[in-house]
Structures are given as C-alpha cells and as structure tokens.
C-alpha cells in the first residue's frame, strides 16, 4: 500500500507501544508520514520527547494528541483528542487518575490469571510497561514470556478480550464524558475504530451533542465495504472521515506500519482547518 502522507493514531513506550516517540517519529517520517498525531493511552507524557524529536523536521506537524478509554455495556469506546492544551493541569490531574485507575484494573487482571493457572509476575508487567501507561498489551506480552501463549494477539484471544476470562472493567466514564474532557481543552474529539460497536448511529447522536467532530473510517483491516459504509455514517453525522494506523510496533495480523493507511487529504484539511479556527494549530 502506498503510505499516506497523515497518521493521526498512533502509540509509543509512553503507552501500549513499543517504540519510544523518537523511535516513532523517525520511522514514521522515514516511511513518508509528515502529518502525524502521538496518541497515547491516558498519557501525554510523550508529548515533549516527540515535539523534540520532530524538530528537526521543518516540513513534520506533529500533533499533540490522546487516546481514552471507556466501557460501555457490551463494548468498549475509544476517544481520539487530537490538538489538545496537553499542559492544561486539571486535564493532567485526570489523566493520571486513569493512569491509576490502570494500574489497580492491571493488578486485577493479574490477579485472574493466577487463579486461572497462567501467572505472571506484576513486576515483570510494571516493568514492560515501564514509565508508560499500563495496558493489556504489556500484560500480553508477559504471558508471551512466562510460556503460557505464544502471541500477543493469542493472549487477547484466549484471555484478555472483553468475553475473555481475564478481562476486567475500567472503571468508569461514559463516552459522552470523555470527549467532555477533550473539549474542555480545545481538542478536536474522534470517535475511535467504530467499526464493531453496536448502535452506532444512536451512540453518535449523544457523542456528538458532548462535541464530537469525527470519526475513524480509515483503520487498520477495514476493507473497502466497511469504509464505505462508515463514510456514509460519518456523512450522515457531518462527522469528519478521519483515520489512522493506531501503530503500536506489536505485530500480529491487525497491525500496520506508520501511515499505511489509505486517508484521503480533504478530511484532513477539514480537521486542519478547525484547528486553524480554535488557534491550536499555530500553537503546534
Ligand atoms: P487496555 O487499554 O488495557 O484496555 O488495552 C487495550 C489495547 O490493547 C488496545 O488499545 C489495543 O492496542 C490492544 N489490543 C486489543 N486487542 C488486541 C489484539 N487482539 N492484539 C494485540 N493488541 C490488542
Ligand atoms: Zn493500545
Ligand atoms: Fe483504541
Ligand atoms: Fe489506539
């Protein structure tokens, strides 16, 4: 696939990924990416290293972004924030309240898969996650190592999904809340991969009232069917077709390097050009 010019979905060692943002940014601009948003999970704390790291590339925007979380019944929603004030302090002081909240679900699901007779050791996950934000990932790739599985992604399949008998709950925000937060500092709020989520459409009205302005059509294995149907959703909404990798440097079938990923440049000029308005873009 021919790269695209944009990625606004990715992770570093800040989260769940396993390059740290220098890492990232360099693979990325490498591959032809000069668009490109760091989403961590919970976290903007790679936020600095990546602006440092893309300094030296005058024709890069780096956009400050964020990726949160939450459950609802049935499913799970992710929340894009792309252009955020990441230095606002409450939005910081929530941030590491699900930071914690993380480490107490991690713990959890720890403790279920001793009882379920595959342990691993919670040092090895704090340390796999290291100065990041704790994830399933880490507590896969811990499984991988104690022998119990051989992937990451049989982890998940066999334990870690949200029907696998390791899976624990966060703890919780609605949706509707989580892009609240996003817009109380200035960002731009997307709806994640919504690929699978059930009622979507009557899920978009409520996002869209807290301040949604897009949603993901462009991700990962979407085929050409499933992105046309999101795009005629997101039309309907007047939601932006927005998209990206969601690289985290894992593996496994889903993944897929920085930019390859088929956005077009008009939904990105409309997400560009709200930001442009909000005066976050020169803040960039
Ligand atoms: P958590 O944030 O702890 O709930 O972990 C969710 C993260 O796990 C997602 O953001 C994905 O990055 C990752 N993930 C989910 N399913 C899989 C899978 N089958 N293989 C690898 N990673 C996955
Ligand atoms: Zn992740
Ligand atoms: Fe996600
Ligand atoms: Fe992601």
New binding site residues.
């Given amino acids: 696939m021919m790269t695209s010019r944009v990625d606004l979905h990715t992770?570093s060692t800040f989260?769940?990924g396993v390059l740290s943002p220098t890492e990232l940014i360099d693979l990325a601009y490498r591959r032809g990416v000069r668009i490109m948003a760091l989403t961590d999970?919970?976290t903007t704390d790679g936020l600095a290293e990546a602006f440092a790291a893309a300094a030296p590339y005058p024709d890069l925007t780096l956009i400050p972004g964020v990726?949160i979380?939450t459950d609802i019944p049935g499913s799970?929603v992710?929340v894009l924030g792309h252009f955020i004030d990441w230095q606002n302090q409450e939005f910081q002081r929530r941030l590491l309240h699900m930071r914690q909240s993380?480490l107490r679900?991690?713990r959890k699901m720890v403790d279920k898969l001793a009882a379920l007779g595959k342990p691993v050791s919670w040092e090895r996950v704090q340390s796999l996650a290291s100065e990041g934000?704790?994830?399933?990932?880490?507590?896969?790739r811990a499984l991988v190592e104690a022998g119990h599985i051989t992937t990451?992604?049989e982890?998940?399949?066999l334990y870690?999904?949200r029907n696998g008998p390791a899976y624990v709950e966060?703890e919780h925000l609605t949706p509707a809340q989580v892009v609240e937060i996003i817009v109380a500092v200035n960002g731009l709020a997307t709806l994640a991969h919504p690929r699978d989520l059930g009622q979507l459409e009557e899920f978009l009205s409520q996002l869209m009232t807290a301040g949604l302005i897009g949603m993901e059509v462009y991700y990962q294995d979407y085929s050409p069917e499933e992105v046309q149907r999101l795009r005629a959703v997101a039309e309907r909404f007047a939601l932006i077709p927005l998209g990206g990798s969601?690289y985290?440097g894992?593996g496994?079938p889903?993944?897929r390097e920085p930019g390859d990923v088929p956005l077009p440049e008009e939904p990105v000029e409309r997400l560009l050009a709200l930001a442009r308005e909000r005066g976050a873009l020169e803040a960039v």
Avoid: T
């Avoid at 934000?133 to 896969?140: K, Q, S």
């Fill in positions: 992770h989260s769940d999970h919970d990726e979380s799970e992710h993380r679900r991690a934000a704790v994830g399933r990932p880490h507590i896969a990451v992604n982890a998940f399949n870690l999904s966060r969601d985290h894992l496994g889903q993944e």
